[in-house]
């Protein structure tokens, strides 16, 4: 079974440049999340996608924003790039349900010069 | 008040002594609870995942969680230096999302 996967794996953008981000989810979850990974902080709660609808979204402005497709992969878009937006980028997926643990994709490296 | 509490660290280990790590969360209403490894440079791996009071043992991992004190805790019983990583505890309330502590991050001594 292929894993949550993510692309590109590095990405760097100039400030002021918009990146886009993709997940594809585990085959039969329906659940999408977003986490924002900084250099050595902890994971930030970013978005949450479930049945092509935006669920919740984490304290982030609305520069970040994202979708989910028919087919449950997600884009996550950020605009207006700033240096402090340089992290780890995550993605996530589940099945739907509050008892449902996470599959991590790789990640993407976001480098904002 | 940070919704999920984890000590940073680094907690250190001889090889072979028992680790125990510690998360401390804020919303009562939490019912689900999950321990993830994250080696460096990784994404975070699912070990544990918990619902109920009391002890879940996983081989050399012991998850427990009492409800009342908001505590959770993960116990790596006979330490290896291929443990060494940073423990993310995870708390879900309900369906919006799962937060996140900021890590433990463990060293085991050879």
């Known amino acids: 079974e292929a894993g949550v996967t993510q692309s590109p794996t590095h990405l760097i953008k100039t400030r002021g440049q918009q990146a886009t981000l993709r997940c594809s989810p585990i085959?039969?979850?329906?659940?999408v999340y977003w986490y924002q990974q900084a250099l050595g902080l902890g994971l930030q709660f970013l978005l949450w996608y479930d049945e092509g609808e935006e669920r919740n979204r984490g304290n982030f402005p609305p520069r970040f924003s994202g979708r989910q497709f028919p087919n449950y992969s997600s884009e996550l878009n950020v605009n207006a790039l700033e240096l402090e937006d340089s992290a780890l980028y995550l993605c996530?997926?589940?099945?739907?349900?509050?008892?449902?643990?996470?599959?991590f994709g790789s990640g993407t490296r976001l480098t904002v010069v | 008040q940070k919704e999920v509490e984890q000590n940073s660290g680094p907690l250190s280990v001889p090889e072979g002594a028992i680790a125990s790590l510690n998360c401390t969360y804020s919303d009562r209403g939490s019912q689900s609870f999950f321990w993830y490894r994250q080696y460096s440079g990784k994404s975070p791996e699912l070990i544990m995942s918990i619902y109920s009071n009391g002890d879940k043992e996983d081989g050399r991992f012991t998850a427990q969680l009492n409800k009342a004190s908001q505590y959770v805790s993960l116990l790596i019983r006979d330490s290896q230096p291929s443990d060494s990583a940073t423990y993310l505890c995870a708390v879900n309330s309900g369906g919006f999302k799962t937060i996140f502590g900021a890590g433990t991050r463990l060293f085991v001594k050879a």
């Open positions: 085959s039969g979850h329906t659940s």
């Open positions: 996530a997926s589940s099945l739907a349900g509050p008892t449902m643990s996470y599959t």
